[in-house]
């Protein structure tokens, strides 16, 4: 993104606009000497592919400047306000370029693909395979979700990254070199490549505010304190319904089975940063104390509910400290998922295994016909027993093996769970 002669009333995106790939600033694993991208647009013969990832990481200006680079026709699609009437004028101005005097190929580059739905994506297909334009599809969601099978198998996929911060920084140095921003303090640039979050647009947009502003109260250099009164309360970008809170949440829950209470705290404060509803997460807690925790700490579940309801009760701010309460708790509880694997696996055995009668007598017998027919005949009442424990008697259907579903581990109460289990084990194996 270096300066070009545009006046200088034009919006400072443009003005640092990469002309040829030397300029693209980040994706060096796709870009740099050698790597995928780069070989694409030196060899020659442009191919469809998917570029995936965050905003304002270059996905758009990858695909203008590999127009630029075969010498094609640009024509854009946003999936958020086209449609099939849109994608047919595309389609008839790919055939006019390629039908013309000097006939020329055709980008076809389509923002936020992830947005059509199956047919709008389908209507690509034919004119993809024909080689009437070559198609970008640039998505911040997961293709392999949103993007249809049949047109993700004849696209490449690359995966943009979140610029660095030296990037962002490169980015303002252009942006001074043009005088386009006045000086900037280390201490307020920190916090603006903080506040840019990866995303170069969103940079430059605070750039250009700022120099607004800036110019308007004759600040330069532009300091932290001044910053701050400008921009506000630092927010940090967050999608709450894509790629990015799902793995977001994935750290936090993984956090907790890993028994790391700093990173599963540092987690569940990132995700309320972003926006994130505290309900959603109190849901999530509650899953935790169950899945991965489950019978090693019984109180685990009764304080993911408590913090749940207490958050209810005192909505945000103030109930978030309860639910991060219940974050630290569940992340030094002891841990197992022997509860959840048990009950996955009396799921599948109950799947896959024929529908076994339940033993006469186990049945009860409400009326005089159930009792002639036996039903509950010979069923011992365990607390009339011995310690409360009726030995040898028998709960599964008939011919039924011991499964074995529900395997403590040796952590937290599921010691002695398992200690009293195999006290009972060897009381049935006495009786014979």
């Not at 030397?22 to 060096?28: L, N, P």
């Not at 020659?44 to 075969?70: E, N, Y």
């Not at 995700?271 to 994130?276: E, K, S």
Request: glycine share 8%; with cysteine; net charge neutral.
């Amino acid at each position: 993104m270096t300066a070009v002669p545009l006046s200088p009333h034009a919006p400072l995106a443009e003005r640092l606009r990469p002309r040829h790939l030397g300029e693209v600033i980040g994706q060096q694993h796709l870009l740099g000497e050698g790597m995928a991208l780069r070989l694409a647009f030196e060899s020659g013969q442009p191919h469809s592919c998917i570029l995936w990832g965050p905003p304002g990481v270059g996905k758009t200006t990858i695909a203008r400047l590999m127009a630029d680079a075969f010498d094609a026709q640009f024509l854009s699609i946003s999936a958020v306000l086209g449609g099939i009437k849109d994608i047919r004028e595309a389609v008839e101005k790919a055939e006019a370029a390629r039908a013309g005097l000097h006939p020329q190929r055709t980008i076809m580059f389509v923002d936020e693909v992830h947005r059509f739905n199956k047919s709008q994506q389908d209507a690509f297909l034919p004119h993809v395979e024909s080689g009437l334009f070559t198609f970008i599809g640039a998505t911040t969601e997961n293709p392999s979700f949103e993007v249809n099978s049949a047109l993700l198998s004849r696209a490449a996929v690359y995966v943009l990254q979140p610029l660095a911060e030296d990037d962002l920084a490169h980015i303002v140095e252009r942006a001074q070199a043009i005088q386009a921003i006045p000086s900037v303090e280390p201490a307020a640039l920190n916090r603006l490549l903080a506040y840019a979050d990866g995303d170069a647009r969103r940079l430059l947009n605070t750039l250009e505010t700022l120099a607004m502003a800036a110019k308007q109260e004759t600040i330069d250099p532009v300091t932290d304190h001044w910053l701050m009164r400008v921009l506000g309360e630092r927010m940090r970008r967050y999608d709450k319904g894509g790629e990015q809170f799902y793995d977001t949440i994935s750290a936090l829950h993984k956090s907790v089975r890993g028994s790391d209470p700093d990173a599963a705290l540092y987690w569940f404060v990132r995700m309320l940063d972003g926006g994130a509803d505290p309900r959603y997460m109190a849901r999530r807690l509650i899953r935790m104390a169950s899945e991965d925790i489950g019978l090693a700490d019984p109180r685990a579940l009764r304080m993911a509910l408590d913090a749940a309801d207490v958050y209810e009760r005192l909505g945000s701010p103030e109930g978030e400290l309860t639910l991060a309460q219940c974050v630290i708790y569940l992340a030094v509880a002891p841990k197992s998922n022997a509860a959840y694997k048990a009950f996955k696996a009396a799921k599948a055995w109950v799947k896959q295994d024929g529908t076994r009668p339940v033993p006469v007598h186990l049945r009860n017998a409400p009326t005089q016909l159930m009792k002639q027919l036996d039903y509950g005949k010979g069923y011992r009442y365990a607390h009339d027993e011995e310690d409360g424990f009726a030995a040898g008697e028998r709960y599964l259907p008939e011919g039924m093996p011991e499964p074995g579903f529900y395997k403590p581990v040796r952590r937290g109460l599921e010691i002695k769970i398992a200690d009293k289990l195999e006290e009972l084990r060897k009381k049935n194996a006495a009786t014979g």
